[in-house]
């Protein structure tokens, strides 16, 4: 890697119009989150005894889980495959993926009735080793300590020279030696505990047969949970990627993107093979045509969320075109995402809901405000820390 292209930080003035618009997002969700925290869940959601979760959990946890695959994936192809062309992305990557556990956990908190017992899991005499979301919680424990480890040499970047903090210097020189002779074992535990708790997330519903929509409903549930996220690992990125060069205003590295774009049909159409292959061996096909909502959004999900883009990713124009890989990896994003929303919300039938759920606006609110919050962090981030690589020259316009 040449010398401009090395990572440093972004010299653009932080505070922005769009900046302050993403404060705004966050006052609104932060009063609403007060709000459910001095008078409980039932004065700011729509949840009930038979609607034990919603879209804190859809989107907050499930949807932000399989959304951060690209700090594990980009991780495992840049040094455990040795493609050392995708270092230049890896920053990035591993900034989402740890910025997107953070706010799982804290999304979490929001909906949890006791939230003040959260710290339960770490704790040996509360251990429940019958539990699949035990292993959940303990594997995403583990791989958020493991991420914010593999960042602390970025951190340490940033301090290590500068004469006004010598000891500082001296702290960060060692810590960064240490962290980087020992970082193969951090990213393989990190590879290996995102396998384990992506796919247990999916063995949630597995345990609920009588509850799930035929439609989404398969005792290979956790391997299809799994595959999706490993398959939206990489275009996350590309996405990450693309809006923040554009965000910033600086040239996308698409020398990487579109290389990284070619393995994207390969893993997308693994996931789409067990897909339709599950669906043909259970037969599940046949609830396509009951013109319900549930097989509407299954339709929707299967075609602009994995069909469509794999199609589109087959073309190398497609690949080699910013806007084009940017709308294609948008897709798949946005199709893993309706995903877990299907799966944890529209596929998920209450045996004895006397009425349909639906998000009151102070769950969309909090919602919100944490997404602006993860993406002010990450501006901050990215501003003060050598995070992203300068590939070229900035945009002029």
Known sequence: MSEHEQPRPVERKLLTPGVFVLLGLIAIGF????YRFIFGLEAVTNLDQQHPWGIWIAIDVATGVALAAGGFTTAALAHIFHRGHYHAITRPALLTAMLGYTFVGI???????RYYNIWHPGWPTMWQGNSVLFEVGMCVMCYLTVL???FLPIVCERFIGDARFPRLDRICRVVHRLVERTMFLFIIAGVVLSCLHQSSLGNLMVIAPSKVHPLWYTPILSLLFLLSAIAVGFPMVVFESIYASWALKLKPEMHVLSALARY???LLGVYLAFKLGDMLLRESYVYLTERSAQSTMFIVEMVFGLIVPFAMLLSARVRSSPRWLFVAAL??????????VNVFLVAYRPPYATKTYFPAVGEFAVVIGLAALLILIYRIIVTYLPVISHPGKARTT
Not at 31 to 34: G, I, K, S, T, V
């Open 331 to 340: 897709l798949i994003v946005l199709g893993v995402a309706l995903n877990r």
């Open 264 to 266: 994207i049909p390969v």
């Open 148 to 150: 914010y480890i593999e």
């Open 31 to 34: 009063c609403f989150a007060a």
């Open 107 to 113: 999304g979490l908190m929001a909906d949890l009735g």
